[in-house]
């Protein structure tokens, strides 16, 4: 079963740091480029960032780039996005998805990021 | 990357037939065949109904179907049940980017 486990989010003072984590299994990971969603509290979905299969290619939301770095060990099936200078406005839920025949599936859970003094 | 524009609601009862339509530029959904619809249940993830504009992943009834005209894409939902009383969100690919429309929420009356 393709299985996707997002980890990592928690309360953070404004202008602070957190890495996020996705843990992949039941897929060839390396074989799939990836994304991170974020949807804020009540509000739509974000697209935030993607990444290639081999990492080599990235791409960034307008509101992110310059702040937000995505990345991954393909050898430990996991996909990361380390988030520095974070604003009230990146609080929100985080998701991981595989992108397959553009599009986005599975998705995880998510998790919650709370930017907050 | 500006939002991609849907209705905030939509509305219909049990056996009807709604549409949600997402309009967004040439630059995504005018310049690409990869729009994708997502249904969204309250407190749960998203998940796929359509992508490549038109296509339905395995296990999508077939009460769903999408199409595309110029810069709008929409999203048919036949036969309503209560089970698709959910949100739904387009998304379009725009070449280095990802654009998802704000969302319409979606009330089986």
């Known amino acids: 079963e393709v299985q996707l486990l997002e980890s990592g989010g928690g309360l953070v003072q404004p202008g602070g740091s957190l890495r996020l984590s996705c843990a992949a299994s039941g897929f060839t990971f390396s074989s799939y480029a990836m994304i991170w969603v974020r949807q804020a509290p009540g509000k739509g979905l974000e697209w935030v960032s993607s990444?290639?299969?081999?990492?080599?290619?990235?791409y960034y939301a307008d509101s992110v780039r310059g702040r937000f770095a995505i990345s991954r060990a393909n050898a430990k099936n996991t996909l990361y996005m380390q988030m520095n200078s974070l604003r009230a406005e990146d609080t929100a839920l985080y998701y991981c998805?595989?992108?397959?025949?553009?599009?986005?599936?599975?998705w995880g859970l998510g998790t919650l990021v709370t930017v907050s003094s | 990357q500006s939002a991609l524009t849907q209705p905030r609601s939509v509305s219909g009862s049990p056996g009807q037939s709604v549409t949600i339509s997402c309009t967004g530029t040439s630059s995504d959904v005018g310049g690409y065949n990869s729009v994708s619809w997502y249904q969204q249940h309250p407190g749960k993830a998203p998940k796929v109904r359509i992508y490549?504009?038109?296509k339905r992943p395995s296990g999508v009834p077939d009460r769903f179907s999408g199409s595309k005209s110029g810069n709008t894409a929409s999203l048919t939902i036949s036969g309503l049940q209560a089970e698709d009383e959910a949100d739904y969100y387009c998304?379009?690919?725009?070449?280095?980017?990802?654009?998802f429309g704000g969302g319409t929420k979606l009330t089986v009356l």
């Open positions: 998304c379009s690919y725009g070449g280095t980017y990802w654009v």
């Open positions: 490549d504009v038109s």
């Open positions: 998805a595989r992108i397959t025949v553009a599009t986005f599936d599975p």
């Open positions: 990444i290639s299969g081999s990492g080599g290619i990235t």
